[in-house]
Structure formats: C-alpha cells, structure tokens
C-alpha cells in the first residue's frame, strides 16, 4: 500500500511539472507574440513619424523663403508647421509609451546576476542599471566622441568588465540585445553625416560597435543582436527647436531570456 502511494504521488508531481512546463511554454510564446505585434506597431508609427519630419523640414524651409509670398500664404505654412509639430509630438509620446509597454527586458533578473550588475554600475558613472527591467544603460556623451561611433578607452575597459558577467554562470542562458539612441540635433558636419547620413545611422552603428566590443569579449555572437532607434525613443522630453537632450543620447543594453 505504502508503495502504491508513493509511485500515485511521484505520477502527480510528474503531471505537475508537465503541465506547469507546458504553461510556461504557452506563456513564453505569447509574450513573444505580443512583443512581434507591438514592434509592428511601433514600427510602423517611427515610418509616419519619419515621413513627418521630413514634411516639417520641407514646410520650414518654404517658410524661410515666405519674404516673396502673400500674407496668406505666410499664415498658412505656419499654421502647417505648428499641425505637422503637435503630430510628431504625439506620435514621439505615443511611441514612448509604447516601448515602455513592450514586454523586451521587462522582467527583473535573477538575484545573482542583478547583484553583479548593481556591483558593477556602481562606480561608474557613466552606467546606470535598471534592476527593475534588467536594462544597462550607457551615456553615450561618456561612450562615444560627438558625432562618432567609436568607443571612447575607458568605455571599453567598461565594455569588457561587463563581458565578464555576461559570461558568468549566472548570465549564460540569457541573450542581449544592444539599442543605440540619440537625440533630436540633427547632424550637420559633413564629415559625420558621410558615415552617418541620420541619428537612426548613427544610433545603428554605435550599437554595432558596441556589439563588436562584446564579441571581442568572447560574448558568443548567436546571444547579441543589435537596433538602433535614432531620435525617436527619448527618455524625457528634448529641447524646442531640434536642440537635443543628453539623457536621450544613450546605449541600453537589454539582457533577456534565450531566444526571446
């Protein structure tokens, strides 16, 4: 009897775990299927936006010209801008709020490996760690030269030491992703906009050269992908007139499940 209870009750937990595995799979693939809708969605609102800009600049540049216009015509160019500067507001705010949503490094990490990276931005000023989201967060002021995707020497000894966590025990089983952002000055210098032609470009490549520090850290390639968000993401609001903000200018480093 004793024997027959023991064997009913190895089956039952035997059945637990099935089905509770079973459940996190389901739950695991519908975050997936969440995050694949919202970044069409997201994407698809960075294309108008981009294109809104693009009209704004256009709307601007015939109302610098307005000295040969009528007094008509001059009001409604403006009235164009302001419409066309409240849209990219709302489009800007709305994506926010829509990235903030996104289920992508949205769950705190494991204690281990939370407490190594709290460790690890704690004297260095040019980290912040979000311990809620697992996010690292580099300023790109402190990462990159102006207008450059180089990393700066003392960001890479950074980049490394944190290669070494990446590789640790504790991290080993989850992937990376590296996004590049900036803020909304335009690039003017010819010598930049040749590699860079816009922030979407330069926020591309930063993360790219971040990815290829990783790499040279012996962080396995199949674990790093990389995006890059130009303008579009910032973290508070940038100053009128396309006159930026540094704390948009930034590389956050997402440290998610495998094949998230």
Request: proline fraction near 4%; charge should be neutral; hydrophobic fraction near 40%.
């Amino acid at each position: 009897m004793q024997t027959a209870k023991v064997s009913a009750l190895f089956v039952l937990c035997a059945f637990y775990l099935l089905v509770t595995g079973c459940v996190g799979e389901q739950q695991y693939g519908d975050v997936k299927i969440q995050n694949d809708k919202q970044q069409k969605r997201i994407a698809d609102l960075e294309s108008q936006l981009q294109a809104g800009t693009l009209e704004l600049q256009q709307v601007s540049r015939k109302l610098q010209t307005a000295g040969e216009r009528s007094g008509a015509e001059t009001n409604a160019l403006q009235q164009k801008i302001a419409a066309l500067t409240e849209d990219k507001q709302k489009k800007t705010a709305l994506i926010t709020a829509m990235q903030q949503q996104l289920l992508l490094g949205g769950a705190a990490l494991p204690v281990e490996l939370s407490a190594m990276l709290e460790d690890f931005a704690q004297d260095k000023p040019m980290v912040n760690y979000d311990s809620d989201h697992g996010i690292v967060r580099f300023k790109s002021d402190l990462l990159f030269e102006a207008g450059s995707d180089a990393v700066v020497p003392s960001a890479q000894e950074a980049i490394k030491s944190l290669c070494g966590i990446l590789n640790s025990e504790q991290a080993r089983e989850f992937d990376i992703v590296i996004a590049g952002h900036t803020d909304d000055v335009r690039i003017a210098r010819p010598q930049t906009l040749a590699k860079h032609p816009t922030n979407w470009h330069l926020s591309a490549h930063r993360a790219i050269s971040v990815l290829n520090l990783m790499t040279a850290g012996n962080i396995s390639p199949a674990r790093l992908s990389i995006r890059g968000f130009g303008e579009y993401r910032p973290v508070e609001p940038n100053k009128p007139d396309s006159k930026g903000n540094p704390k948009n200018r930034r590389v956050e480093i997402y440290i998610i499940p495998r094949g998230l």
